[in-house]
Every structure is written in C-alpha cells, then in structure tokens.
C-alpha cells in the first residue's frame, strides 16, 4: 500500500509538472522562445559590425573608448612608429583598418603610432 501511495504522488507530480508545461506553451503559442526574441530582450548587446572610426592623430586613452562606445572588442597590434606624421608624439599615425570600413566588432585593428 506504501508502495501504491508513493507511485501515486510520482505520478500526481508528474502530471501537474505536464500541466504547467502545457500552460507554458498555451501562452506562448506553443512555440518556445527563439534565440532572437531572447537576444533583443537583452541589455544593450553589442553590434556585430561596426563603421572604423578615424583615430589619426588621436592619443589611445582617447581612441580606445571611442571604439568601446561604438560596439568594438577586439584586440590592438602595435605596428612599427610612424616616422612620416604630422601627428604630434605618442599619437596614432596610422589604422589599419581604414576609416569608415565596415568591420566585426571582434576584428583587430592594427595601430602605428608616432614616436
């Protein structure tokens, strides 16, 4: 009889979780959310491209959050200094990629700076 009583709440559990499921799904017309619906009910997500800035003659403490603010996290590689700038010392005298470019918003940017 135990046994039997035991079984019993089991299956009434079982049954009432069926029956929430199915007041789930009523809602949501049966369908369950999509990776869209959930990713535009998410804070502010990052874009996927994005249009380069142009960073010339701009120090880094500068530039760096110009690019945050515009959806990018990649990564910086320091190419060899700009001897041929007018930029002043310590700027970027040079981007690759270009301003205006449309780039991931993961790509990494290569930056010469002015010694």
Do not use: H, Y
Not at 15 to 37: E, N
Not at 44 to 53: F, G, N, Q, R
Not at 63 to 72: H, S, T, V
């Amino acid at each position: 009889m135990m046994e039997t009583n035991a079984r019993r709440r089991a299956l009434a559990g079982i049954a009432l979780a069926a029956c929430v499921v199915g007041a789930v799904a009523a809602c949501s017309g049966g369908q369950q959310p999509s990776a869209a619906s959930e990713q535009t009910s998410s804070p502010k997500s990052a874009p996927t491209t994005l249009v380069m800035p142009a960073l010339q003659c701009m120090d880094w403490t500068d530039a760096e959050p110009l690019l945050r603010d515009a959806g990018w996290r990649g990564a910086v590689q320091k190419g060899e200094d700009v001897t041929n700038s007018a930029c002043l010392p310590n700027q970027i005298g040079w981007q690759e990629p270009s301003p205006g470019e449309v780039i991931p918003s993961d790509a990494p940017i290569t930056l010469r700076f002015v010694p």
